[in-house]
């Protein structure tokens, strides 16, 4: 248990529907009871888990629309502490169908409507005051459409000019644009890896390809990420741990790219493993754990939540 008080950010809150099916038969009528409905988004996992080993975390966001209650209510029931402006904007709903005959989960994710005008300036105003009574920011997951481009780069900013250790899970130009702020860790697993760096290669590998990711083989990709992980290192002094599912995490320890393996368990509902495995990293981290450590109590978190139908949660 870290002693250290953590500020999650979330700006793409989510109500998660999981459903579980006996065996799922595509184009027939499918029933269940075994069934949940969760607060949930990036963000709100990890302070989920972070709550759930013990530590302090104040989960930010946006929320808005007649889900609103009930969203809140559900954090509530999880022992959240949430810290949300309005956002005038429906909170999406996404749905995670399992079908348990192949163990397979199937996400449907439907994408955030726009927030409200002014709501990112009223989000920047809490978290400058939230930065205030906590030691490490976390910045997890994408922004909903409305957001300005410049919103997560100006949280990093405020984070580094406030002394705030940081840890970030996210992509894009939103981390190309808060990699000078000189986070602490960048956690992308690898298809945000490569949707950042190579957009091409990420599609082959969501299309299943597999080792051979649009003609990298292992040693290429490894080559790949360690030419990254140098880069982040040597300019910015940042750690890039980027996760690869039931595959090894391979971390940058400040000499070269390492790895490790994590337990593969037989998975109920991997949805969340890596926010669990990033409240791990950032639980370790928060105390000057070294990166490998890190890395292993993510890999632990993010093993435990596999094995729930809870999203982002690592107890039943």
């Known amino acids: 248990m870290s002693k250290a008080r953590f500020l999650v950010v979330c700006l793409n809150p989510v109500i998660q529907n999981s459903l579980v099916f006996e065996k799922l038969v595509k184009g027939e009528v499918n029933r269940t009871a075994k069934r949940r409905t969760d607060a949930s988004g990036k963000g709100v996992n990890v302070a989920r888990v972070l709550g759930q080993i013990g530590c302090t975390a104040t989960e930010l966001g946006q929320l808005g629309g007649p889900s609103r209650d009930w969203f809140l209510s559900m954090c509530k029931s999880d022992g959240l502490c949430v810290r949300w402006v309005e956002s005038n904007s429906e909170i999406r709903i996404c ?161 070269g790219l390492r790895e490790r393996q994590g337990e593969v368990v037989r998975a109920l509902n991997p949805i969340g493993s890596g926010d669990s495995f990033t409240a791990g990293l950032a639980a370790i981290l928060a105390d000057g754990g070294l990166i490998g450590e890190a890395v292993a109590e993510g890999s632990r978190l993010g093993a435990l939540n596999a094995l729930q139908l809870k999203p982002g949660s690592i107890v039943s």
């Open 95 to 255: 749905t995670t169908v399992i079908d348990a005959d192949d163990a397979s989960a199937t996400e449907l994710v439907e994408e955030a409507k726009p927030v409200g005008e002014g709501t990112s300036d009223r989000l920047l105003a809490a978290f400058e005051e939230e930065l205030e009574s906590c030691d490490m920011v976390i910045i997890s997951g994408t922004k909903a459409a409305g957001f300005p481009s410049d919103t997560i780069p100006r949280m990093a900013r405020l984070a580094r000019e406030r002394g705030k250790k940081l840890v970030l899970d996210i992509k894009g130009a939103d981390l190309a644009a808060s990699l000078p702020f000189r986070p602490l860790v960048v956690k992308p697993n690898l298809e945000e890896l490569l949707q950042t760096y190579a957009p091409d290669k990420a599609e082959a590998l969501r299309r299943g390809a597999g080792g051979a990711i649009a003609g990298l083989g292992d040693g290429a990709l490894r080559d790949f990420i360690s030419s990254i992980a140098d880069e982040y290192w040597g300019k910015y002094s940042t750690i890039l741990v980027v996760t690869r599912g039931t595959k090894p995490t391979l971390y940058w320890d400040g000499q």
